[in-house]
């Protein structure tokens, strides 16, 4: 199987759904992962960017943050270092802001 190493950019077009052209890349992208064709690896480095651009561009609440990237993260055919620790980085990090 294919690995790819995918950055925030790819990750951000997917999410926000901008601009649309890219988006709709970002989007098949990912349904090719979801349907086994591919594995797409994102590294907790360009998770951090997302993070950061989410929250302060987009301004996402942490919140929401957590739950696109906890979505993300889980979905088939998305690996990332340490899973497990990623996931509960996330959740602290939602449960701090409150």
């Known amino acids: ?11 951000l077009r997917f ?22 064709e591919i594995s797409l690896f994102i590294s ?9 651009v989410l929250k302060s561009f987009y301004r996402y609440s942490m919140g929401d943050i957590a739950e696109v990237i906890l979505a993300l993260v889980t979905a088939q055919g998305i690996e990332v270092d340490d899973r497990e620790l990623t996931l ?11």
């Open 44 to 52: 907790p480095l360009v998770l951090a960017e997302i993070i950061w």
């Open 15 to 36: 999410l926000t759904g901008e601009p649309e052209e890219m988006a709709v890349r970002a989007a098949h992208l990912m349904k090719r992962a979801e349907a086994g």
């Open 1 to 11: 199987m294919t690995r790819l190493w995918v950055d925030a950019n790819v990750v």
């Open 88 to 98: 509960q980085a996330v959740e602290l990090a939602r449960d701090a802001e409150c």
